[in-house]
């Protein structure tokens, strides 16, 4: 079995920044790639940022320049600069793990990230 634990959200005023982390643990698996999704309220789940196991990075462009995604062993970083109000959302770690040959998804818990203007 995979867990993912996040940690790092809050609430911070436009223009501040912040890191979420996210660590992934259990046995005998191999990550693929993780990322970032974010889902605010009355709005569908989107892609944040995504790392693969060879260290390529994708963005949403509404945060391209802003947030960077690292990833260090089990565990992957986003760290939020000059954040706005639109950002405000509950974020999800996710990883592409694979056991036994084949590839699962697995998400964290959520972490609510507020920011107020």
């Known amino acids: 079995q995979v867990q993912l634990v996040e940690s790092g959200g809050g609430l911070v005023q436009a223009g501040r920044s912040l890191r979420l982390s996210c660590a992934a643990s259990g046995s005998a698996f191999t990550i693929n790639g993780m990322g970032w999704y974010r889902e605010a309220p009355g709005k569908q789940r989107e892609l944040v940022a995504v790392?693969?196991?060879?260290?390529s990075t994708n963005y949403a462009d509404s945060v391209k320049g802003r947030f960077t995604i690292s990833k260090d062993k089990n565990t992957v970083l986003l760290q939020m600069n000059s954040l706005k109000p639109e950002d405000t959302a509950v974020y999800y770690c996710?990883?592409?793990?694979?056991?036994?040959?084949?590839?699962?998804?697995?998400w964290g818990q959520g972490t609510q990230v507020t920011v107020s203007s």
């Open positions: 790392i693969t196991s060879g260290g």
């Open positions: 996710s990883a592409d793990i694979n056991l036994g040959g084949f590839t699962y998804r697995y």
